[in-house]
Nanobody
Framework: QVQLVESGGGSVQAGGSLRLSCVYS??????????MGWFRRAPGKEREGVAS???????SYADSVKGRFTISKDISKNSLYLQMNSLKPEDTAMYYC?????????????????WGQGTLVTVSE
């Protein structure tokens, strides 16, 4: 059973930065199936994919965060990170770490099967 625990959320002013972390356990994978990602759900909106990363470090980002957010991983520590810079009020959301089947399946629901409890990010004007 995959377990994921996020941390690092908080309140920040627009233009500020935050670094989210996720520690996971029980995730089994091969070189081709390793895929970890970050999602978010803003109040009143549907969940959206933010970023993903595969075993080899290839990344994918939502258009809304490109150039501002950076996803990274440390497989030796079973950890995933999301560096968020130049934060905007519209980035306010609950952020979730997720384990997926293959990154080339994209952010669709069928590609992801385990989620953390989330960490709240609030960006004020």
């Amino acid at each position: 059973q995959v377990q994921l625990v996020e941390s690092g959320g908080g309140s920040v002013q627009a233009g500020g930065s935050l670094r989210l972390s996720c520690v996971y356990s029980g995730y089994t994978y091969t070189y081709s199936t390793y895929c970890m990602g970050w999602f978010r759900r803003a109040p009143g909106k549907e969940r959206e994919g933010v970023a993903s990363i595969n075993f080899f470090g290839s990344t994918s980002y939502a258009d809304s965060v490109k150039g501002r957010f950076t996803i990274s991983k440390d497989i030796s520590k079973n950890s995933l990170y999301l560096q968020m810079n130049s934060l905007k009020p519209e980035d306010t959301a609950m952020y979730y770490c997720a384990a997926g089947r293959r990154c080339d399946y994209g952010f669709g629901d069928n590609a992801w099967y385990a989620w953390g409890q989330g960490t709240l990010v609030t960006v004020s004007e």
